[in-house]
């Protein structure tokens, strides 16, 4: 029989269902039941395409014996961490600081009134490797909540109290200047992998936000330093098994130190950030390979995450079925050398396995292979490879396809939105720009209330119960702001406002200009949320930032530029010290520095070809965090445009930065040179 989870729209939800734990989803009504029966809370937190968490579920919540023992025991609450990151990141700081790491699926035991007392996160159903097993955790937690009750409750005191004062030194509330931006490239130097490209050991995760400041800070300053590192890694993750090399996009980190053998779930937030990177470092480069990664990218992300309504599903699966009914991870993606064979015949096969290093004894497990493109001397027929290319695509969507979590989520798909609005402009595919703005519609029309308040996730067209995160307001703004910037029109300025207003009112601490991740009327917890780190994807506090300034360069918003400025005192403390884990913060900090530039673009019309022209060499400039506005003389879409006459009746571009204008140019290859950072 079905538990409280079968009405829930989160997918990772849906999975636990049908376990015979008697689950409840986060609420207060979990809460007031366990008050009630005077029983401890499992906490259980994971997501859809997480392996470890469906390992778990599979050995423990599917256990009658162990599901007995929790309903008996415990009133269990199921989270997924992509639909309520608050309540992930509020137990995790606990996680990590208790034992020093954490991770998912996360296990944490709270008194009835939320506050934690014993952690961990992965259990094996048996004890191994100095692990006990779920069971034992189970046993000796509900001992001690019946014998030690005082002292349980006293541990859980103090850990709240503890991480009540773990607040983090924000720095002056002043931006960094270049000298603090010279120090977060040498620290990012001394991290960096010549060999391999990337930065540390294994695991290795996709440095995106890093590496958009790199191309920033190459633009400002022309450091080939700062542009080598973000070529070569670039290259690297391209050529090695983290990229899909049949079907485009990549997978989540890569495992060992050479991008060989990936995570398999491929993440929508990864492949928005790193499609945009891409088409970043081809606008900087020209390099052809770029241009691929960057195309190949956005149109997986439009064939394979996008949901009938218009918006991009959160994830894949890294498990699919090998074929035989067991659920493996990479099963879809690795191919052994028979199999080649069975696809191409002899002589192909021969080629492809030499082309995509595919070998007898394998990269990955029981002999198969992670498709790589490891650099090759000599001719290659580039005709037959692609011919080889599509028959195993072909042969490949005939396997058992990995899982989709199909909640889209309202930050993710702004990083979506922005990736595939520059891409479409860049390489003049309408396509990818039409894609981008049916998901900003898709959220406007789903996500947004009449105050312009975000709901976090939606799932076939219904709007989830959680409300949207800083890094929801921050994001979505940002991929507006690409929007309109990309398409001319001015009404994404006019709702990135509306989601910026959000930020200054309840977001932000006005005594400080620090930020949080929860809204000041959202639901309290045991600590409000506030973590100005890069991770996987940017921060809401960096992301916000970001979004700020570019909103005030359009604008010239103070109240816009002065929080900005303020929120980017954190990476004056942090960006020297941990580079690797505020970048998006250190290149919204390049674009301060830069101005950020402003430039108008005025013609009859957006598809008169001197207008166009204009308008495309306008967005390919590399001055860091540079602002477009396109449109008629006189119009009122964007501020900027106002007062920008044609020039001798010419289409002309106005760029400004710091209160200063240049004369305006009708010709491209002069505004090239002015944009070119």
């Not at 790491?101 to 952690?119: I, K, N, R, S």
């Not at 633009?219 to 070569?232: P, V």
């Not at 390979?289 to 439009?302: G, I, S």
């Not at 021969?350 to 595919?358: N, P």
Request: hydrophobic share 40%; net charge negative; glycine share 8%.
């Amino acid at each position: 029989m079905p538990n409280r989870l079968a009405h829930e729209t989160s997918p990772y939800l849906l999975q636990h269902a049908d376990n015979p734990v008697d689950w409840w989803p986060w609420s207060s009504e979990a809460f007031e039941e366990a008050r009630k029966r005077n029983v401890p809370v499992l906490l259980s937190v994971g997501y859809s395409s997480c392996h470890w968490c469906h390992v778990m579920a599979h050995e423990s919540f599917e256990d009658q014996e162990t599901a007995e023992y929790l309903n008996a025991h415990y009133v269990s609450v199921k989270v997924d961490r992509e639909e309520r990151p608050d309540v992930d990141a509020v137990y995790m700081e606990a996680v990590q600081a208790a034992t020093g790491q954490g991770g998912w699926p996360m296990t944490v035991f709270l008194t009835p009134d939320a506050e934690p007392f014993y952690f961990g996160t992965y259990f094996p159903p048996a004890p191994r490797q100095d692990m006990p097993s779920f069971r034992q955790v189970l046993q000796g937690v509900h001992q001690a909540w019946d014998e030690r009750r005082d002292e349980v409750t006293e541990v859980a005191e103090k850990i709240v109290r503890d991480l009540a004062g773990r607040e983090i030194s924000y720095g002056d509330a002043q931006t960094p200047g270049a000298e603090e931006l010279a120090q977060a490239l040498l620290g990012l130097t001394r991290e960096y992998d010549p060999q391999r490209g990337g930065f540390g050991g294994a695991p290795k995760f996709p440095p995106s936000m890093v590496l958009e400041f790199l191309l920033r800070h190459h633009a400002r300053t022309g450091a080939e330093g700062a542009l080598q590192m973000a070529r070569d890694t670039c290259e690297r993750m391209a050529r090695g098994g983290m990229y899909d090399q049949l079907g485009g996009g990549f997978a989540r980190y890569s495992v060992d130190r050479d991008w060989v053998v990936p995570h398999f779930e491929k993440m929508l937030y990864d492949n928005a950030l790193l499609c945009r990177v891409y088409a970043h470092l081809w606008r900087s480069t020209g390099s052809e390979l770029a241009r691929r990664v960057a195309l190949e990218t956005a149109d997986f992300m439009v064939r394979e995450l996008r949901t009938n309504e218009g918006g991009f599903a959160s994830a894949l699966d890294a498990d699919s079925d090998d074929g035989t009914g067991r659920h493996v991870e990479g099963a879809y993606y690795v191919w052994t050398p028979e199999q080649l064979r069975e696809v191409l015949g002899e002589q192909d096969a021969e080629l492809a396995a030499q082309h995509f290093g595919v070998t007898e004894e394998g990269t990955f497990e029981e002999g198969a292979s992670v498709l790589q493109l490891p650099v090759r001397d000599g001719f290659v027929d580039a005709e037959r490879v692609a011919s080889i290319r599509e028959r195993l695509l072909a042969a490949r969507s005939g396997r058992p396809a990995p899982g989709r979590d199909d909640k889209v989520v309202a930050a993710w798909n702004g990083l979506a939105i922005a990736a595939l609005a520059e891409t479409g402009a860049y390489f003049d595919r309408p396509d990818l720009v039409e894609a981008a703005v049916a998901a900003a519609d898709l959220l406007v029309r789903l996500h947004l209330d009449e105050q312009a308040r975000l709901t976090r996730t939606s799932k076939d067209g219904h709007a989830g119960a959680n409300a949207g995160v800083l890094e929801d307001y921050a994001d979505v703004a940002e991929g507006f702001l690409a929007l309109a910037s990309v398409t001319g029109e001015g009404v994404w300025l006019e709702f990135a406002g509306f989601l910026l207003d959000h930020v200054l009112a309840r977001f932000t601490d006005p005594e400080s200009g620090s930020l949080y991740d929860t809204a000041a009327d959202a639901e309290q917890l045991i600590r409000r949320p506030q973590d100005p780190t890069d991770n996987a994807a940017p921060s809401g506090w960096t992301a916000a930032a970001n979004a700020l300034l570019s909103y005030a360069a359009h604008t010239g918003s103070e109240p816009h530029r002065t929080a900005a400025e303020r929120a980017l005192g954190v990476v004056k403390a942090l960006g020297p010290r941990v580079p690797r884990f505020i970048g998006w913060g250190l290149a919204a900090a390049e674009a301060v520095l830069d101005g950020p530039r402003e430039v108008a673009v005025v013609g009859p019309a957006l598809d008169d070809e001197g207008t166009r022209a204009l308008h495309r060499t306008a967005l390919l400039g590399t001055a860091p965090g540079a602002v477009v506005a396109a449109g008629a003389p006189g119009s009122d879409e964007f501020p900027l445009l106002a007062d920008r006459p044609l020039v001798g009746g010419e289409p002309a571009a106005y760029v400004c930065r710091n209160f200063t204008c240049d004369a305006p140019t009708t010709e491209p290859d002069r505004l090239r040179t002015v944009l070119s950072g």
